[in-house]
Structures are given as C-alpha cells and as structure tokens.
C-alpha cells in the first residue's frame, strides 16, 4: 500500500473564535487549576495564535498538561506536534505513544494516524494487523480515509486475509463520502469484477465523480475508457 497521501497524518485542525482577555484570563486561572479542558483550549488558543500570540512551545506544554489528565484531543494534538516538529522536537515514537492513549479512548483521528504509524513503520516497528486494528477502529466510526486504506488492505491481503468483497464494501462507504481515491479504486472493482459483479455503469459513474472532483488520474482513465470503447467501435465497424 502507498504510503504517500493517502495516508497522511489527519491535522491537527482545532478552529477557535477570537477570545477576549478577560476570557483569556480565566481560562489561564481555570487552566492553572488543573482543568484538563481549560489546559487543552489553551493548547488550541497558542497554536492558532488565536486571542494570543502564537506559541507552539506553550501551545505543547498545555496539550501535554491536559494529556496527563487523559484529554483525549489534547493527547492527539501533542502526538500531531511531536510527529511535525512542532513546539517538540520531531519524534515519531512520542507521536505513536500519545496516538496510542488517544485511539484507546476511541478518539477517531488518533485512531487514524496510529493506523497509518502501524503501516508505515514510523514510531513504531511495521505491522500491518496493528495497522488494520486502527483503520478498522477509525472506518467503523465514519472516517472516509481510514474506509478507503483499510479497503486497501483487504486488497493486499496485508493484515487482514485478502477479501476484494470486503474491500468494495469499505471502499463503497468512502466514495459515498465522497473520498476521490476511493471513488478511483472502486471504479477498477467495478471495472474488473473484483468482488463485485463487472459492472462498466457503475466504473464509469465512480471515475466520473472523481474526475468531477479533480482525482488526480481519474480524468486519465476516464480519457483510457473512451479511447477503448472508440476502438471497440473501430474494430466493429471493420
């Protein structure tokens, strides 16, 4: 399985409304008390810069307060910091150990990102049925990208026994979400009859969506179809 965008790390995309100082204040006072979700919306607060200066390293030091505590965001967000360098050293091992407290209390993106650490062997020695564990964990709750990469795996045959019909059914829910690559990759099942039934309607209507959506590759096959089905005519006609 490629490990390129597929698989990227889920951001850590926290947005908060200015804040005023006095609301400032409080939520420090709060915070200072020991509040985990005082400590984590401070954490939020200093890495957007929003209603204070921007301060990655504070930023960390409050995520990392919270996550003592057992904030489930606020472990992930400080795994996110540690696996881009920020505020932190770069440290892919400390990532996977605060991806790990998160997913255990079911927070989905940290589910995501340990799935994708477990592929990729980043942090944390490669293990494909770790990784699928996490995906699983991350699809059945509705997350698009970890639908399509475990529908990936059942392709592969890598930590789960090698189901296509599997795979279409996780890849089905990812497309109907709108995910591009899964929109491509279920085209191809449908495309070849891998477990499903050879069904050209329906690869051309999920290669549509995502050349709709500018799927990188789903024009070029879309362009493949029609030059097949020009020369189906062709050789007819001849």
């Known amino acids: 399985m490629s490990h390129s965008s597929n698989m990227n790390h889920n951001s850590n995309n926290n947005q908060h409304d200015y804040i005023s100082d006095g609301n400032l204040l409080l939520l420090r006072m709060l915070a200072d008390l020991g509040q985990a979700s005082a400590q984590y919306n401070l954490g939020v607060i200093y890495e957007s810069g929003r209603g204070a200066g ?40 400390e990532a996977v150990k605060w991806y790990l407290k998160s997913a255990e209390q079911g927070y989905v993106n940290a589910q995501f990102n340990l799935a994708h650490d477990y592929a990729a062997g980043l942090g944390v020695p490669q293990n494909d049925a770790e990784a699928a564990k996490w995906f699983r964990g991350a699809a059945e709750q509705g997350d698009a990208e970890a639908q399509r990469d475990l529908a990936l795996l059942y392709i592969a045959g890598r930590g789960v026994p090698k189901d296509e019909a599997e795979a279409v059914k996780w890849l089905l829910k990812a497309a109907e979400q709108g995910d591009g690559r899964a929109q491509v990759a279920l085209s191809v099942m449908y495309y070849n009859g891998q477990g499903v039934a050879k069904d050209d309607d329906e690869a051309v209507k999920w290669f549509r969506k995502a050349a709709e959506q500018n799927e990188p590759g789903a024009e070029y096959i879309m362009g493949l179809l029609k030059d097949t089905e020009q020369d189906t005519d062709k050789d007819t006609d001849g």
């Open 54 to 93: 921007k301060d990655e390293a504070l930023a960390a030091t409050w995520f990392r307060k919270a996550a003592e505590q057992g904030h489930a965001k606020a472990q992930y967000n400080l795994g996110v910091m540690y696996t881009k360098g920020r505020g932190v050293p770069k440290n892919e091992a």
